[in-house]
């Protein structure tokens, strides 16, 4: 039974082709000839599907140009800008596809990533061609429960980089037909639809799409694998039953394959699943303005047309559209790029239905679409919205201490400050600077730079703490005490940095010629002015996340760091150092604020600490942000 919706629109739709269209001429410069009987094949298979032209993310030489997690993420940045949304408003992301860049994590975290996009909830289907609608209906299911407002679902394939000749050296370039077939179906691509539940965009151009039904059912238990990457030719052994990757190659599990002489049943029970919708009154094919199918080959369009036709539910071929012929067979991709590409180029109007259908063959499964086009005059789809969640305080984390194991009068405050810490360590981890290093882009005059910022903030931290604690009085005597020994122990700290990157080879001689940046400038200029106030005791908020991101994110960074710059080891002194001690300071911080709590007769000392982590976070990112912007 279909999975209905009510809530569900299509907000925008977008996809991205790598490279220029590569003609049927062209082939060859990326998916060479394996052999004199490859050419016949080729030869064959290409009068029979109908593709003309197709991209790869793959050049002459077979060297891949765009990964397959970059191809999704540029599909969902055109999504995006078509449907004027911002990524920071979607909490729901979707992916479909045969196989990412990485046998793990899963594909949504590595497409995630690939977008430094702020943290949301992620779901990676792996499949076949299907898995683009059941990308699709993950995320109409998030929406319709009310869990989220806005969801993106985006397919990418990257089929290229298993054709390319070398992968057939370990065989004697020899390959049997279902090997060499689908070498000439296949190409690269993504697509990407932004889901909302109409409330959170407005429609465009006068119309909305909404999402009516979805339905999905596989045969698997019926057929043998049809198309499949992993197990030899006869399905006895798969990849990893061998005692290495080469030796699986040789023996050819690792050559995706398809046994086209199952594919008949593919279509037999697709047909005999759309008829069973019509019988049961979730399809009209009068109704059909656009019939979207995804075939992998113009072959089979009479084979579904005769099976429609001679179940007496056939949708007029004026109406049907694809773009195989000028895009190419992409997999979970095809529906989505077939669809934005629609969408782009052909009017639709209310009350227009569009019908997409889906076959894999991987063991046989079918996928159904209904879309129906309406005036955006028309109302609204009401948004569910389920009870917000409780989290109690202990199931708050914070670093690096845990709620639950604090005194019961710190708990609230903690789990606040956690919330503060983990939005900021979110946002400097998907600042430039951070995703440089991440990204092994970071090179030693990237280095040199950051320390050029760094150093001047870090040599103004021991000066505001002495003049906090120097403006602590009364009953605050043991505190301004306990933060004395805390500044002494790191009023030297910046001279540790600046010695790091003399020795990496730091042009500036003279430490007083560094300037902080304007994020630097900025904290800097505001925890002085606390630290002069009548009992600063909101600076340690301010300790919290300083002291945090010594803990916490910097000794994430250091391996990255290393690995890219190939320094001697003495040169990361501080950043060891901090690595290995914070977590020592933010046990003294915890004394300190328990001290400060024990004394707080107003009642006010904990706001106050909040709003000063929240405040110095937001600057010590800017001082983050600013790093690549000042060169």
């Known amino acids: 039974m279909p999975v209905s919706f009510k809530n569900v629109t299509l907000q925008s739709a977008g996809f991205f082709m790598p490279g220029a269209p590569v003609d049927n001429a062209q082939m060859d410069a990326y998916i060479a000839p394996l052999n004199r009987l490859s050419q016949r094949i080729k030869r064959r298979i290409l009068a029979e599907n109908g593709i003309l032209q197709r991209h790869y993310a793959i050049d002459a030489e077979g060297n891949t140009v765009f990964n397959n997690a970059q191809l999704a993420a540029s599909a969902v940045r055109d999504c995006l800008l078509r449907g ?29 990533g690939e ?42 394939e990257l089929p290229s980089r ?40 407005t429609a465009s151009n006068g119309i909305r799409v909404r999402l009516k039904w979805i339905h999905q059912r596989a045969f698997s238990g019926d057929y043998p694998v049809c198309m499949q990457l992993g197990l030899t030719e006869d399905r006895a052994r798969g990849h990893l039953d061998y005692g290495s990757w080469a030796e699986a190659e040789a023996a050819g599990a690792l050559s995706l394959r398809q046994d086209i002489r199952l594919l008949p049943h593919l279509f037999d029970i697709g047909i005999h699943e759309y008829a069973t919708l019509v019988k049961d009154g979730w399809l009209d094919p009068t109704r059909i303005d656009h ?50 590409e629609f969408l782009q180029t052909r009017e639709v109007k209310p009350g227009e239905q569009i019908f997409c259908y889906v076959p894999e063959s991987g063991r046989f499964m079918a996928a159904y679409m209904l879309l129906e086009v309406e005036s955006s005059e028309a109302p609204a789809p009401q948004a569910r919205k389920l009870p917000p969640t409780t989290v109690a ?98 009023q030297n700290d910046f001279q540790i940095l600046f010695d790091d990157y003399r020795k990496a080879g730091g042009p500036v001689a003279d430490i007083a010629a560094l300037r902080r940046n304007p994020g630097g400038e900025a904290l800097n200029a505001y925890l002085h002015a606390l630290a002069a106030t009548r009992n600063p005791v909101g600076l340690l908020g301010a300790i919290y996340i300083i002291e945090g991101t010594g803990q916490r994110i910097v000794p994430a960074l250091l391996p990255l760091l290393k690995a890219a710059l190939k320094l001697p080891p003495e040169v990361f002194r501080f950043l060891e150092y901090h690595g290995h001690n914070d977590e020592n300071h933010l046990s003294r911080w915890l004394v300190a604020v328990e001290m400060v709590m ?34």
């Open 291 to 340: 019939f979207l199918c995804h075939y992998s080959s113009e072959k089979f369009i009479p084979v579904v047309d005769d099976l429609m036709t001679k179940a007496g539910l056939a949708i007029p071929r004026e109406r049907w559209w694809s773009n195989l012929a000028w895009r190419g067979n992409t997999g979970a991709a095809s529906i989505m790029v077939m669809l934005a």
């Open 115 to 156: 977008l430094a996009a702020p943290p949301m909830e992620t779901v990676s289907v792996h499949g076949i061609c299907a898995a683009g609608v059941s990308a699709i209906q993950a995320a109409a299911q998030g929406i319709e429960l009310g869990a989220h407002e806005m969801a993106l679902a985006v397919a990418s």
């Open 84 to 112: 004027k949304a911002d990524l920071s408003a979607v909490s729901l992301l979707v992916t479909g596809s045969s196989g990412g860049d990485t046998l793990m994590p899963g594909f949504a975290n590595m497409v995630q």
């Open 162 to 201: 298993l054709f390319k000749r070398s992968r057939f050296a370990a065989r004697g370039y020899e390959a049997d037909f279902d090997a060499h077939f689908l070498r000439w179906m296949l190409s690269d691509g993504a697509g990407a639809l932004l889901l909302s539940n109409g409330a959170a965009l």
């Open 598 to 631: 024990a004394l707080d007769t107003e009642g006010q000392a904990g706001a106050q600490m909040i709003a000063t982590a929240r405040q110095s976070a937001a600057l010590y990112l800017m001082q983050f942000q600013h790093v690549t912007q000042h060169r």
């Open 393 to 490: 305080d202990d199931e708050v984390i914070a670093p690096p201490h845990d709620p639950a194991a604090a005194p019961e009068n710190l708990r609230g405050l903690l789990a606040e400050l956690a919330s503060i810490w983990h939005g900021y360590r979110s946002e400097v981890w998907r600042t430039p600077l951070v995703r440089q290093i991440r990204e092994r882009r970071f090179a030693l005059p990237d280095y040199l730079n950051w320390m050029e910022h760094w150093i001047p903030q870090v040599r103004e931290g021991s000066l505001w703490m002495r003049e906090g604690a120097a403006s602590l009085t009364g009953d605050y005597a043991p505190l301004a005490a306990l933060i004395g020994v805390h500044a002494g122990e790191e």
